[in-house]
């Protein structure tokens, strides 16, 4: 039986509400056979929820660290502290190998008691291990993709969410008569001049290839909005425009640059929740 969320004594269908309840509320996850393989499907997987807010704790016994994260051995070696921390096991390992790692987060549950779901993901299920999960009081689901999950159950209402939030954002600007604000394309001739101008300069740091800009992007398009006004933003492909790029020090991407009369003061490397963006840049406000 796969696709099935295991509660209340049964193997029943998991309900959507109840997996959208999950992907709202927990947000630490142990990785279970992340691969430091940029494109095996655990990393990719794992890389995603990251740069969606989720704390990623990386258990692979053959890597030191991954996605910036110290690896772990297996469950059981994370230091207490993280072992109290983890609220979803998400394993990337074979059904037949699924009932050791299952008996281990089912140790992590009775001792700490904050662990809350096993997930097995795209491909693997194991009832035997689900039932042990259950008996402990585990939320199970079998069978899924975490991240295919989340793009379809919260992911798709954040941007129906955002376009609602947009709209009456354009419909105030336009009643009190204010003019838009969007980021500037920055290119190596024109940065040094440009940048020089603003008392407050974030500068995106992207490449259209690159996954986790795409992300970054229409963040800093809603921040130059919110911020019209009170601070500038501009954007640099970093492939159209090298000289700049090298100049920074940037070797990876997405990275934001805060600048102020064009001298660097802070930066942030990776995709981040807009969140912690609007952070940073009230910071430098006051």
Known sequence: ??????????????????????????????????????????????????????????????????????????????????QKQVEIVDIFRPSDKVMPIVEEAVKLKEKHGNLKVI???????????????????????????????????????????EQIKRKKLLRMIKEKGKVMSEPIKLTDSNFEETVKKYDLMIVDFWAPWCGPCLVVSPIIEELAEEYAGKVAFGKLNVDENPKTASKFGVFSIPTIVFLRKGEEIDRIIGAVPKDYIKGKIEKYLK
């Open 119 to 161: 997930w097995m993901q795209l491909g693997i299920a194991n009832e035997e291990a689900a039932r042990k999960a259950e008996a402990a009081g585990l939320k199970v689901i079998m069978n899924k993709c975490i991240m295919s999950e989340h793009k379809r159950l919260i992911e798709e209402e954040d941007k129906e969410l």
């Open 1 to 82: 039986m796969l696709n099935k969320l295991i509660h209340g004594g049964g193997l029943v269908v998991a309900e959507e509400a109840e997996i959208k309840d999950i992907l709202n509320n927990y947000r630490t996850i142990a990785v279970v056979g992340i691969s430091r393989q940029k494109i095996k499907d655990s990393h990719i997987v794992a890389e995603y929820m990251k740069s969606r807010g989720y704390r990623i704790i990386p258990i692979n016994p053959f890597a030191d660290e991954i996605l910036g994260e110290k690896c772990y051995k297996n469950l059981l070696e994370m230091p207490e502290e993280l």
